[in-house]
């Protein structure tokens, strides 16, 4: 029904920047809050960043005046800029996205997960 592909992920030096996107496509009626998480070997998946509709953000203090989170509501697409970048940055990033989508007649509601994308950052 809903896929999320993210795209922009890759190796850079500590120092560094990368620009993750992630595209919501399917039978989506209304893209609600969208978000980047990440999870580093051997550690839980955590929150990144998040953006309301509206654009209200949050973001973990540990990326905060480094990382920004925007997004294209016509193109239903979420974007992480990420700045500054250390060794302790490197996980695989996944999109988020609590998506209405139409179901026959109806809209119903579900969140989504991106397949994933690996972003290391050597010292």
Do not use: H
Not at 51 to 77: C, E, H, L, M, P
């Amino acid at each position: 029904q809903v896929q999320l592909v993210e795209s922009g992920g890759g190796l850079v030096q500590a120092g560094g920047s990368l620009r993750l996107s992630c595209a919501a496509s399917g039978s989506i009626f209304s893209v609600n809050t969208m978000g980047w998480y990440r999870q580093a070997p051997g550690k839980q998946r955590e929150s990144v960043a998040t953006i309301t509709r509206g654009g209200s953000t949050n973001y973990a203090d540990s990326v905060k005046g480094r990382f920004t989170i925007s997004r294209d509501n016509a193109k239903n697409t979420v974007y992480l800029q990420m700045n500054s970048l250390n060794p302790e940055d490197t996980a695989v990033y996944y999109c988020n996205a609590n998506v209405d989508y139409y179901s026959g007649t109806r809209v119903s509601n579900n969140a989504y997960w991106g397949q994933g994308t690996q972003v290391t950052v050597s010292s």
